[in-house]
């Protein structure tokens, strides 16, 4: 399976941007992750395979919503509100089994996509 992602891009402080991510073939739960320069990779949002139940992290909560769109094996990020710490390459991940809620932990997911930048400026 392979993940595609797009949507990144350069925008001021406070704008928003939709960062979406296709897989190849079916898979259980997706993700975003992000990595800013020097520092680790880092969850950002997940949603689970049933009822759509989804996970956010604090520093996103309330401005980053994620969505999915089954039929067509496609997640969706929407950014709003970006600050310049949301800058950071954002990678779309999914898992081969489903789960009922969004998975969190980075080493659990086993396909990721080549990552997509998002830069924030003042």
């Known amino acids: 399976v392979q993940l595609q992602a797009s949507g990144g891009g350069l925008v001021q402080a406070g704008g928003s941007l939709k960062l979406s991510c296709t897989a190849s073939g079916r898979t259980g739960n997706m993700g975003w992750f992000r990595q800013a320069p020097g520092k680790e990779r880092e969850f950002v949002s997940a949603i689970g395979w049933s009822a759509g139940s989804t996970s956010y992290a604090d520093s996103v909560k309330g401005r980053f919503t994620i969505s999915r769109d089954s039929a067509k094996n496609t997640i969706y990020l929407q950014m709003n509100s970006l600050k310049l710490e949301d800058t950071a390459v954002y990678y779309c991940?999914?898992?081969?089994?489903?789960?009922?809620?969004?998975?969190?932990?980075?080493?659990?997911?086993?396909?990721w996509g080549q990552g997509t930048q998002v830069t924030v400026s003042s």
């Open positions: 991940a999914a898992i081969r089994s489903y789960y009922a809620v969004p998975i969190t932990t980075l080493r659990t997911y086993d396909y």
